[in-house]
C-alpha cells in the first residue's frame, strides 16, 4: 500500500467543498461529493490491492480516509469486509446491553451506531474523473447513474482537472438507485401492465411499503362538493408521485401533488408523465399546500420525529414533526366543504417513545380536526418479523393507519 498521506489544507473561498491529498509528491485536490453532508476528510491515504481488512479498519476507525487506487472489484470485497468488522459488537459492549433500556434508548443508540458504522465504511474513496468514469481496473461504467444523482458533468467541473471524489458506498447507493430507477417498482394498485410502475429517483424514497399505497386505494372517496361533478385532490408531499397516481387511477379528475424537493418534483412528474396521467395530475413546488380549496387533501409525512442524516432520510425522519404539524395546522384552510384530509402514519413513534397517541389526538383537537374514522394495516416488510432486528419489539407491533378527518366546524353546521 502506498504511504502517502496529507493532512488537508484549507478550503478555497468557493462554496464548492473540496478534498486535498499527496500522490507522488504532487499536491492534488478534487471536489468532494457526500449527499449526507459530511465533511471531506482530513486525513488521505492512498491505498491499493496490498491493504488488508483489518488495516483498512484500523484506518477507517481513526478517522483516516481511504483513496483507492487497486482493482474496483478488490475494492468493493474490501468494503463487505470493513462492513462485517463494523457489525461485530465486542463482548464487553454486549454485556452491558443486556442492562434493560427504553424503546426510545433503543432507538437512539441504534441510530447513532448506524451513523457512526456509515462514517466508518464511508472513508473507502473513489476517484472520478471529469466525465464520471472510473479510472480503475474492472472498474463498470457509472457515467449514467453519477449523471442522474449529480446532474451533467459539464455543470459540475469546479477545479482545474473537473475530477470529484465519492465514497465507494455512496458509489454503489448511487448505481443501487439507477437500477431502481431503470426497472421501477410495482404497485399493486395502479395495475399489472408493464408500465404501470413507478420508477424512484436517486434520493427519493421508493415505495416499497405497500400497506400505506393500499390504504389510499381502498378507503372511501368523499363525494364532490355540491354543484360540482369531478373531485379534487391535494397530494401534500408527494415524492415519487405514487398517491396521486392512485387517486388519478382511481377516477379523482384533478389531483395537484406538492413538494419542495427538486429530485422529488423530477421524479413525480416523470412517473405521471410514464403512467400517462399528465391531464389529471399537475406537480407543483409547495411547502406542504398549494393555493385553492380540495374536497381531498392526502399527506404521507415521515413517521418518525427525528433528525434525518440525509436528503433521503427527510422521508422517514420529521425533526420535531414539522411537517406532520404543519399539514395539521393548514388542513381546515384547504379544505372544501365536506371536504376530507387523509393522514397516513405509522404508529412506530408511539411504540419507540417518540411520541404518545395522546398527543396525536390532542393535535387534532387543537387545530380544529375531528376524526370521522381511521383504518389500519398491518406492515409487511421483512423487518416487522424478524427478531434480529434491534428495534423488533417495536416493529413487531406497528400499524400504519389512515386518518380520515374533517373539521369540526363543519359538523356543527
Not at 379534487?232 to 392512485?246: C, H, M, Q, Y
Not at 429530485?263 to 408523465?273: E, S, T
Amino acid at each position: 500500500m502506498p504511504d502517502h498521506s496529507s493532512t488537508a489544507l484549507p478550503t478555497p473561498a468557493d462554496t464548492t467543498p473540496m478534498i486535498h491529498w499527496l500522490e507522488a509528491d504532487q499536491a492534488r485536490s478534487a471536489r468532494w461529493r457526500s449527499e449526507r453532508g459530511a465533511a471531506a476528510p482530513k486525513k488521505v491515504v492512498l491505498a491499493d490491492d496490498t491493504l488488508t481488512a483489518d488495516s483498512a479498519y484500523r484506518l477507517a476507525c481513526e478517522g483516516t480516509a481511504m483513496l483507492w487506487r487497486g482493482d474496483f472489484q478488490n475494492a468493493r470485497q474490501l468494503l463487505q469486509a470493513l462492513a462485517r468488522r463494523a457489525d461485530q459488537v465486542p463482548k464487553r459492549k454486549r454485556k452491558k446491553a443486556e442492562a434493560p433500556i427504553t424503546p426510545a434508548e433503543a432507538f437512539n443508540q441504534h441510530r447513532l451506531a448506524q451513523s457512526q458504522r456509515a462514517r466508518t465504511l464511508g472513508l473507502l474513496l473513489i476517484e472520478f474523473n471529469a466525465d464520471y468514469s472510473v479510472s480503475l481496473r474492472r472498474a463498470p461504467d457509472v457515467k449514467v447513474a453519477c449523471t442522474e444523482a449529480w446532474g451533467p458533468a459539464e455543470d459540475t467541473a469546479k477545479n482545474e482537472t473537473g475530477t470529484s471524489v465519492a465514497s465507494l458506498r455512496e458509489l454503489l447507493g448511487i448505481t443501487s438507485a439507477h437500477e431502481w430507477r431503470r426497472v421501477g417498482v410495482e404497485v399493486a394498485a395502479l395495475g399489472a401492465a408493464p408500465g404501470d410502475r413507478i420508477h424512484p429517483h436517486y434520493g427519493v424514497f421508493s415505495p416499497v411499503r405497500g400497506e400505506y399505497i393500499a390504504l389510499v386505494a381502498t378507503a372511501h372517496l368523499p363525494k364532490p362538493p355540491k354543484g360540482q361533478d369531478s373531485l379534487t385532490a391535494f397530494d401534500i408531499g408527494t415524492g415519487t408521485g405514487v398517491l396521486a397516481a392512485v387517486l388519478a387511477r382511481r377516477g379523482v379528475a384533478t389531483v395537484i401533488a406538492t413538494d419542495l424537493d427538486n429530485r422529488a418534483l423530477a421524479c413525480a412528474r416523470d412517473n405521471i408523465l410514464q403512467l400517462c396521467l399528465g391531464n389529471q395530475v399537475t406537480v407543483v413546488q409547495a411547502d406542504l399546500f398549494p393555493a385553492g380549496l380540495a374536497s381531498l387533501i392526502v399527506c404521507n409525512p415521515p413517521w418518525l420525529p427525528a433528525r434525518p442524516g440525509s436528503a433521503l432520510e427527510r422521508a422517514v425522519y420529521d425533526e420535531g414533526g414539522r411537517m406532520l404539524q404543519g399539514f395539521l395546522a393548514g388542513l381546515c384552510a384547504h379544505l372544501a366543504p365536506k371536504g376530507e384530509g387523509w393522514l397516513i402514519l405509522s404508529n412506530l413513534a408511539e411504540h419507540l417513545g417518540l411520541r404518545t397517541r395522546e398527543a396525536l389526538l390532542a393535535l387534532f383537537e387543537s387545530h380544529g380536526l375531528r376524526v370521522i374514522s381511521r383504518i389500519d394495516a398491518k406492515p409487511v416488510h421483512p423487518k416487522a418479523s424478524d427478531p434480529s432486528d434491534v428495534l423488533h419489539q417495536a416493529r413487531a407491533k406497528e400499524v400504519t393507519s389512515l386518518w380520515r378527518l374533517a373539521a369540526v366546524a363543519e359538523s356543527s353546521v
